[in-house]
């Protein structure tokens, strides 16, 4: 029906089933690509994570196909647009609502966690958010499972973790580190290392200098500093605890985890949109482009996607 977002590799369209006449997100990546960009380990494994996780606050997949040209991975569409949007017209968020969608954030990671699957891409463009303003964290090109720990450097400069930067072994630590990043986004509408050139970021997450702006409450503050800190000795969520030392921080403290998993906590934000008809008002436009899918003639590459 339209395009949803583009990406270095491929696209994501609004589709309707033909069959059950429910719509559907389509991520469909170029084969060719892929490969050029040395993403076929990555691509596999967004396969196999997706297969894997069932959560309330992650997206889901439901199938996936590919013809001689591109790969396709059927997904849940989701209405509400991304987060990123949100905050960008909010510039920033108030303290109750940055608290609702960090605890939502923190419920998944939990999970993912607890099935040795580090998410690696938090930030606020791969959250999106449902019809009733529940999230539902997408895009799982650098989701791996890792058993004890991993080296390769991936993810977005602004939010990538200290010991990511330096090519050392990391684990799930990571993914905490992030998760400062994203609460200060929210609270302050910009991120705390961001320079124009990556490398200057690299450079200033080594050093790891944090400017709080003052109206950061002091709960708040303390939370930040836990998780963006580059000893891994304090940052929580990666202490003896795990995510128990998280959810257990006072910034959460009104934080009924129960009732948040079952989804029965008002949302602070209701995304206005039209149920049931493909509403997609609140996505960005991009240019069309002919399409070529279905093909089938000589494929080069099929067989490094043995299972799509």
Known sequence: MRTLGTGSFGRVHLVRSVHNHRYYAIKVLEKAQVVKMKQVEHTNDERRMLKL??????????GTI??????????????????????????????????????????????????NIIYRDLKPENILLDRTGHIK????????????????????????????????????SVDWWSLGILIFEMLTGYTPFYDQTPM?????????????????????????????????????????????????????????????????????????????????????RYAEKELDYGIQSHDPYGYLFPDF
């Not at 996780?53 to 439901?62: A, D, S, T, Y």
């Not at 059927?74 to 949100?86: A, H, N, Q, R």
């Not at 930040?224 to 921080?249: C, M, W």
């Open 53 to 62: 996780v069932e959560h309330p606050f992650l997206i889901r997949m439901w």
């Open 66 to 115: 590919q013809d001689s040209h591109n790969l396709f991975m059927v997904m849940d569409y989701i209405e509400g647009g991304e987060l990123f949007s949100l905050l960008r017209k909010s510039h920033r968020f108030p303290n109750p609502v940055a608290k609702f969608y960090a605890a939502e954030v923190t419920l998944a990671l939990e999970y993912l966690h607890s099935h």
């Open 137 to 172: 964290i997408t895009d799982f090109g650098f989701a791996k499972e890792v058993p004890d720990v991993t080296y390769t450097l991936c993810g977005t400069p602004d939010y990538i973790a200290p010991e990511v930067v330096t090519t050392k072994a990391y684990n799930k």
């Open 200 to 284: 200057k970021t690299y450079e200033n997450i080594l050093v790891c200098q944090v400017k709080y702006p003052s109206y950061i409450l002091p709960d708040a503050r303390n939370l930040l500093e836990t998780l963006i800190t580059k000893d891994l000795s304090r940052r929580l969520g990666n202490l003896v605890h795990g995510p128990a030392d998280v959810k257990n921080h006072p910034w959460f403290k009104e934080v009924v985890w129960e009732k948040l998993l079952a989804k029965d906590i008002e949302t602070p934000y209701e995304p206005p949109i039209r149920v049931g008809v493909g509403d997609s008002s609140l996505f960005d």
